[in-house]
């Protein structure tokens, strides 16, 4: 069974930092591309950013490119995303999801980061 | 990054019942790289199509998806009541991927 599970999340103040971790078992974790997702409370979703299955290629949303930070370790089959300088903006569950280089069909569960002072 | 507008926002229908969802992009989505998810509250979201056309694993046949270029849809052919929730499409074309805005489905 494919599971990917989120953590890092949590309250942070604006200008802050903050690193989120995907947790994936269940399938080659090594051969697949990787993105974040989110979405805020009650709004539509919102691409991130995206890793190739080698960490050799990174994209990102405007919204966040030069602040935020995509990853990989594919020894620990884990995703990670540095987040810095936070603004309110950037409240959300953020899911860690895996699948193709464009469509998506693995999803975690989400993890809330909430930015306010 | 392309703009993905989705129409209409909100669907007020009944089981049995056809549903057509509009997904327009700002400019020409290379090779209809082109994909529609289906949300129910609470839950992550749930690939239906991609490719524009393409049904993913496990989706019944009365889900479809169409369109080219700017302009697609997808297409409920007679709604269950498990099918009420948001459907979103998302264009993987270009470097930066975009999400539609997502149209609500309800009874």
């Known amino acids: 069974e494919v599971q990917l599970v989120e953590s890092g999340g949590g309250l942070v103040q604006p200008g802050g930092s903050l690193r989120l971790s995907c947790a994936a078992s269940?399938?080659?974790?090594?051969?697949?591309?990787m993105h974040w997702v989110r979405q805020a409370p009650g709004r539509g979703l919102v691409w991130v950013s995206r890793?190739?299955?080698?960490?050799?290629?990174?994209t990102y949303a405007d919204s966040v490119k030069g602040r935020f930070t995509i990853s990989r370790d594919n020894a620990k089959n884990t995703l990670y995303l540095q987040m810095n300088s936070l603004r309110a903006e950037d409240t959300a569950i953020y899911y860690c999801?895996?699948?193709?280089?464009?469509?998506?069909?693995?999803w975690g569960e989400g993890t809330l980061v909430t930015v306010s002072s | 990054e392309i703009v993905l507008t989705q129409s209409p926002g909100t669907l007020s229908l009944s089981p049995g019942e056809r549903a057509t969802l509009s997904c327009r992009a700002s400019?020409?989505?290379?090779?209809?790289?082109l994909a529609w998810y289906q949300q129910k509250p609470g839950q992550a979201p749930r690939l239906l199509i991609s490719?524009?056309?393409n049904r993913a694993t496990g989706i019944p046949d009365r889900f479809s998806g169409s369109g080219s270029a700017t302009d697609f849809t997808l297409t409920i052919s007679r709604l269950e009541p498990e099918d009420f929730a948001v459907f979103y499409c998302?264009?993987?074309?270009?470097?930066?991927?975009?999400f539609g805005g997502g149209t609500k489905v309800e009874i």
């Open positions: 890793i190739k299955s080698d960490g050799s290629y990174t």
């Open positions: 490719g524009a056309s």
């Open positions: 269940g399938f080659t974790f090594s051969s697949s591309w």
């Open positions: 998302q264009q993987y074309g270009s470097s930066a991927l975009t």
């Open positions: 999801a895996g699948g193709g280089s464009g469509y998506i069909f693995n």
């Open positions: 400019q020409s989505v290379d090779n209809n790289y």
